[in-house]
């Protein structure tokens, strides 16, 4: 049964924008089985490479949130970078577009009960009780 949610990430995975291989999202949807966490946090999601196997495995065991935070803002995807052409890349980067896809592909998994979505930046949320 887990064979065919690990296809169905392998087949998931070149649709989204991000850099996550198909290995590191098999292993996160693999952890997921084994720990059957509660929550799950992931900060920077950007295109959901790597929370959309996570919230797919949580679906799979029928229990866990995953709480995805990420204010897909240039402002905020730019700060930090030290490199001209990443500085450039953030600041031109399509945000709204690529947090629309992640939308459609979340909903279109039916996996709005299992992902808590916090549009904002990390310093402005309350971690959770217990990860």
Request: aromatic fraction near 6%; hydrophobic fraction near 40%.
């Amino acid at each position: 049964m887990s064979a065919n949610l690990f296809a169905q990430i392998s087949q998931l995975l070149p649709t989204l924008h991000g850099w996550c291989t198909e290995g590191k999202a098999h292993t996160l949807a693999a952890a997921v089985l084994a720990l059957r966490p509660e929550v799950t946090v992931e900060i920077g999601v950007w295109g959901g490479a790597s929370l959309l196997p996570m919230a797919l495995a949580h679906k799979h065991v029928g229990k866990g949130t995953v709480i995805g935070i990420d204010p897909w803002h240039p402002v905020e995807s730019a700060k930090g970078q030290v490199h001209p052409q990443d500085q450039k890349y953030w600041g031109e980067a399509n945000h709204e577009q690529v947090y629309a896809h992640f939308m459609e592909n979340l909903y279109n998994l039916n996996l709005e009960n299992c992902v808590r979505v916090m549009r904002c930046t990390s310093d402005k949320v309350e971690p959770p009780p217990k990860i």
